[in-house]
C-alpha cells in the first residue's frame, strides 16, 4: 500500500480511522485493545524482553532447563555474558573481543551472521511466501536440492529434515527399507546423533548408557575389514555408516580402508552412508569429506553449516532406486516426513549458505587457512613433552595430549589422570578462553584431545593469534607451577566430587 492509498483509506474511515470498513474492526476492537494509554502499540517486543531480563539468563537455565550446563559453565569460567558477534568473533558485555574456534560445534561455518543469509531471511519473510501447506510444490525446495546435487553428481534426490541426526534417522531408515535388512554397522568412537535411532549407531557408550533398548546394530573397530567383512558375511547388514573424519577425537580413516569398504558393501548388497554433518561443505578442503577417500557413498547426511548459523536444517541424499523403493507408490507419498521439512525460511538459508561457500571461495579458504593451522601447531611437538599430535583436514583439527617424560611434569600429569581422564585438555581450553579469549571445546569425554573447528572464514591473522595465545598456555603447562596447576587442582577436586 502507498502513502497515498493510506491516506484514502483514512479519509473514507478505514481501519485506521477506527470505522467499520475494510476490515470492519470497530472502535475498541484489536487495533484500539492492542495501544497503551500513551498510543504506543502493546504486544510482544524482543528488543523490551532482553533488557528486562537478559540479566537472568543462567538463572533462567538453571530454573527451567538443563541445570547442569550453568552449574559446568560457573565451575570451569567460562560463565561469560556474550552480547554481539559477527564471523568468526564475538564480544561480551564490556566490549572484549573473542576468537571463535568452535563454530557453534560447527554450525557456525560462515561465520556469524553473514550478511547475504541475513538477507535471504529477510527476503523470504517480506515475500508472504504460502509455506508449509503441505499439498503444493514450492520452488526453493527444489532449488536447494538441485544446488546441492550439483556438488554430489552421483546422486540423485534429496530429503530435508530440520538437523543432523534427523538427516541421519532417514539415511537408517531408507537403507534399511531399500535393502530389507535390519542391521547397520558402525565404528567404534563415531558420533551419529542422540535420538534412538542415530543412538544405535553411536560408538560412545557413555552416550547410549540408560537409553536401551537399540536398535540391533553393530560396531566395528575404525578401519577393521576383517570385521566389516564378517559381520556381512551374516546377510543381514543394511549399510555401513561413517563419518569421513570422526568428529569423537578427530580420528582419520585408515588409508584406503572406505574405499576397500565399499567394494566389499556392494558385494553384500549393501549400502554406504557417509556422514557430513560436521564434515561436509567444506569444513575438510573439499566440498564432501568422502571425496578424499575415493568412494561415492550411496546415502549422504548434512545439516549443521548449510543452516547459515540461523534456521535448523538437515539433508540426506540419495541414489534414485533408494527413493524409489521407499516412494514405491502414491500411498506411501508420506510415508517419511517431517513436519517443518522444506520450510522457507530453512531453504532460503541452505540457498544463501552454498552461494557464500561459492562466491567467497571458503572451501579453497579451509584448506589453505587449515594447513597453515596444522603446519604452525605440528611445528610444536618437539617443543612440548605434553604435545603428543596433531592431525586432521582442513578447519577440522585436533591438538592431543600426552604422558610426558620428564619425572616432574609426569607426576602432575598421573594426579589428573587418577582424578578423570581429559582434565589436562580441559586445562588449556580455560586459560585460552580466560587469557586470550579465544574459545575452543574438548573434543569428547575421557579424552585428552583439543577439537578446533572454527568458521570457514577464519584468516591467517585468526590463526596467528591462536597459536600464539596456545604457545602461551603450554610455556606455562611446562613451566611445572603456576596458575594452569592450580586450577588443575580445582578440576580434581571437582572431579572427585562428582564421582
Not at 497515498?4 to 470497530?26: H, I, K, L, N, W
Not at 556392494?266 to 560436521?278: G, S, T, Y
Not at 594447513?371 to 585436533?398: I, P, Q, S, W
Request: net charge negative; hydrophobic share 40%.
Amino acid at each position: 500500500m502507498t502513502s497515498s492509498d493510506a491516506a484514502a483509506g483514512q479519509d473514507a474511515g478505514g481501519p485506521d480511522a477506527g470505522g467499520t470498513g475494510g476490515g470492519g474492526r470497530e472502535a475498541g476492537g484489536p487495533d484500539a485493545a492492542g495501544a497503551d494509554a500513551g498510543g504506543q502499540p502493546k504486544g510482544f517486543d524482543l528488543a523490551t524482553l532482553l533488557a528486562e531480563r537478559g540479566g537472568e539468563r543462567y538463572d533462567l537455565h538453571t530454573r527451567y532447563l538443563n541445570h547442569q550446563l550453568p552449574r559446568m559453565l560457573h565451575t570451569i569460567g567460562f560463565d561469560k555474558v556474550y552480547e554481539r558477534a559477527e564471523g568468526a568473533h564475538f564480544w561480551d558485555v564490556d566490549g572484549n573481543d573473542y576468537l571463535d574456534m568452535l563454530a557453534g560445534f560447527g554450525v557456525q561455518g560462515l561465520g556469524r551472521h553473514h550478511p547475504v543469509v541475513r538477507k535471504a531471511l529477510h527476503d523470504v519473510l517480506d515475500a508472504g511466501l504460502p509455506d508449509l501447506t503441505r499439498f503444493d510444490c514450492q520452488p526453493l525446495p527444489g532449488l536447494l536440492a538441485e544446488k546441492l546435487l550439483a556438488h554430489t553428481p552421483h546422486l540423485d534426490r534429496v530429503f530435508f529434515g530440520n538437523s543432523g541426526t534427523e538427516a541421519v534417522e532417514t539415511a537408517l531408515k531408507f537403507a534399511r527399507y531399500a535393502t530389507g535388512k535390519p542391521r547397520v554397522l558402525y565404528c567404534t568412537h563415531s558420533f551419529h546423533g542422540l535420538t534412538t535411532g542415530s543412538l544405535s549407531v553411536n560408538g560412545e557408550p557413555g552416550f547410549q548408557e540408560g537409553f536401551a533398548p537399540l536398535l540391533p546394530d553393530t560396531e566395528i573397530a575404525l578401519g577393521d575389514l576383517d570385521a566389516l567383512a564378517r559381520e556381512l558375511k551374516r546377510g543381514d547388514v543394511a549399510a555401513l555408516i561413517v563419518e569421513p573424519i570422526q568428529g569423537h577425537g578427530v580420528h582419520m580413516m585408515p588409508p584406503g580402508f572406505l574405499r576397500e569398504a565399499q567394494e566389499l558393501l556392494r558385494k553384500h548388497k549393501a549400502l554406504l552412508i557417509c556422514d557430513e554433518v560436521q564434515t561436509g561443505l567444506g569444513r575438510t578442503g573439499t566440498f564432501w569429506a568422502y571425496e578424499q577417500e575415493g568412494v561415492e557413498p550411496d546415502l549422504v547426511t548434512v545439516a549443521k553449516a548449510l543452516s547459515g548459523g540461523y534456521v535448523p536444517v538437515g539433508a540426506t541424499l540419495g541414489r534414485d532406486w533408494i527413493f524409489k523403493k521407499v516412494y514405491s507408490s502414491m500411498d506411501r507419498v508420506l510415508v517419511h516426513s517431517a513436519s517443518f521439512g522444506s520450510n522457507a525460511q530453512a531453504m532460503a538459508a541452505g540457498l544463501a549458505s552454498l552461494s557464500v561457500i561459492e562466491d567467497e571461495q571458503l572451501v579453497e579458504n579451509s584448506r589453505r587457512t587449515g594447513e597453515l593451522l596444522r603446519t604452525r601447531l605440528a611445528a610444536l611437538t618437539d617443543r612440548y613433552e605434553m604435545l603428543k599430535d596433531v592431525r586432521g583436514r582442513g578447519l577440522m583439527v585436533a591438538i592431543e595430549f600426552g604422558r610426558p617424560k620428564s619425572l616432574g611434569l609426569r607426576s602432575r600429569w598421573t594426579m589428573l589422570q587418577a582424578a578423570r581422564k581429559g582434565l589436562f585438555a580441559q586445562m588449556v581450553v580455560v586459560p585460552l578462553l580466560q587469557r586470550h579469549r579465544i574459545l575452543t571445546q574438548v573434543s569428547g569425554d575421557h579424552i585428552e584431545v583439543i577439537k578446533l573447528i572454527p568458521p570457514l572464514v577464519v584468516d591467517e591473522a585468526d590463526i596467528d593469534r591462536f597459536v600464539t595465545a596456545f604457545t602461551d598456555v603450554m610455556d606455562d603447562a611446562h613451566d611445572g607451577g603456576g596458575l594452569m596447576w592450580d586450577f588443575g587442582k580445582t578440576l580434581v577436586k571437582q572431579a572427585v566430587a562428582n564421582r
